[in-house]
């Protein structure tokens, strides 16, 4: 359960723009969008590198994190770090820093960790299948007019709302 | 010079970039709230549209900013990076995506953030994640080939309509612009 906590929120258009200016800032600086996913891509091949390196080599999905300076230099892997702090500050100035377990109302504690531990499960299967998630693909190719971020956008927003009844006392 | 500036460079310069445009993506994804997985999960039982507004929003100033600036001659379009289109693997994922989203409540992205402002529930979701992304690699030998498929390259909406690009921008912020009246709208009928 959660109640407000700290300041309110944002006016969600004007975060959204904010948003907005951060990815064109991406762009602009870097030629290449935001990421999540991905940087959890790029930390899991530099785990199963440093636990079997020929495993790693082999596999064609963790191979092609190998390049470059290394999975643990991977750019997404440092933005998503930056995530974490950008959150944690926004948070902290706002008064919003709060140890929980956020859960809907008819839901133990317990419960809420097994659902977030199984949904983040799932995600990452989808986000490796689709090569992306909500901010590299949905976000970034969105904005650039990707048929195939477009088609992600409408197939995960569908599947969400088909699920979303069976969770409903999860989460209402 | 034309922008990008630091395209295709993996040197000290990007990642310092890369945790300045994190720490700024972070800033603005708590401050919309959506840290917050019962506020995320708002938007799908039409209570709370949140999500759609931000991302819509987000989507819009990134695209018609990428637009003007490449119209102006500020950004060389041609060498911003397009994700790339295979339909069925991002059509199938997409849906598998979007089922585990409603599960965890969050996204990745957000997950981190709702875990950096002392959510558990937003840490389990990280190593949930994480956890999928590991035992999908690992056993990816028999996805392969459904992951190859229906390749598209980098293929744009323009390119697959032969509409004009500026066309295609005015109609994503025409059906943008009426999808937040609709969203306003469910949320008065909501509350």
Same mark, same amino acid.
């Given at each position: 359960m959660s109640e407000e906590r700290g300041r309110p929120y944002a006016d969600p258009y004007v975060a959204g723009a904010a948003l907005g200016l951060v990815l064109l800032a991406a762009y602009v600086v870097m030629g290449r969008g935001l990421g999540a996913s991905g940087a959890f891509a790029s930390g899991a091949a530099g785990i199963v590198a440093a636990a079997s390196p020929d495993r790693a080599q082999a596999n064609p999905y963790f191979a092609r994190?190998?390049?470059?300076?290394?999975?643990?230099?991977?750019?997404?892997?440092?933005?998503?770090?930056g995530v974490f702090i950008g959150g944690y500050l926004s948070a902290l100035a706002a008064g919003?820093?709060?140890?929980?377990?956020?859960?809907?109302?008819?839901?133990?504690?317990?419960?809420?960790?097994?659902?977030?531990?199984?949904?983040?499960?799932?995600?990452?299967?989808?986000?490796?299948?689709?090569?992306?998630?909500?901010?590299?693909?949905a976000l970034t190719g969105g904005a650039l007019l990707s048929v195939g971020s477009w088609v992600f956008i409408m197939s995960a927003f569908a599947a969400a709302y088909l699920f979303a009844p069976l969770m409903k006392r999860a989460w209402r | 010079m034309t922008a990008p500036f630091l395209d295709g460079s993996g040197g000290t310069t990007a990642l310092i970039a890369a945790i300045v445009?994190?720490?700024? /993506?972070?800033?603005? #994804?708590?401050?919309?709230? &959506?840290?917050?997985a019962r506020k995320l999960t708002g938007q799908f039982y039409f209570?709370?549209?949140?999500?759609?507004?931000?991302? /819509?929003?987000?989507?819009?100033?990134?695209?018609?900013?990428?637009?003007? &600036?490449?119209?102006?001659?500020?950004?060389? #379009?041609?060498?911003?990076?397009?994700?790339?289109?295979?339909l069925l693997p991002q059509l199938i994922g997409g849906v598998v995506f979007g089922a585990g989203f409603v599960v965890a409540g969050l996204c990745?992205?957000?997950?981190?953030?709702?875990?950096?402002?002392g959510r558990v529930d937003g840490l389990f979701v990280v190593l949930g994640m994480f956890s999928g992304v590991l035992v999908a690699g690992l056993a990816f030998a028999p996805l392969l080939s459904f992951y190859e498929s229906t390749?598209?390259?980098? &293929?744009? #909406?323009?390119? &697959?309509?032969?509409?004009?690009?500026?066309?295609?921008?005015?109609?994503?912020?025409?059906?943008?612009?009426a999808g937040f009246r609709v969203a306003e709208f469910i949320e008065r009928r909501a509350s």
């Open positions: 994190y190998l390049g470059g300076r290394g999975p643990w230099l991977d750019w997404l892997l440092f933005e998503i770090m919003r820093i709060r140890r929980e377990i956020e859960r809907g109302p008819h839901m133990s504690s317990r419960a809420r960790l097994g659902t977030a531990f199984a949904g983040g499960t799932i995600m990452g299967l989808g986000a490796v299948l689709a090569r992306g998630c909500t901010s590299g693909l | 445009i994190g720490i700024a /993506f972070g800033w603005t #994804l708590e401050r919309a709230g &959506l840290g917050s209570t709370d549209l949140t999500v759609f507004k931000v991302m /819509f929003s987000a989507i819009l100033v990134a695209m018609l900013g990428a637009f003007w &600036l490449g119209r102006i001659g500020v950004l060389d #379009l041609s060498r911003v990076y397009v994700p790339e289109t295979f990745p992205g957000t997950s981190c953030v709702a875990a950096a402002t390749s598209r390259g980098s &293929l744009t #909406l323009p390119q &697959l309509t032969h509409i004009p690009y500026g066309v295609i921008v005015f109609a994503i912020v025409a059906i943008a612009l």
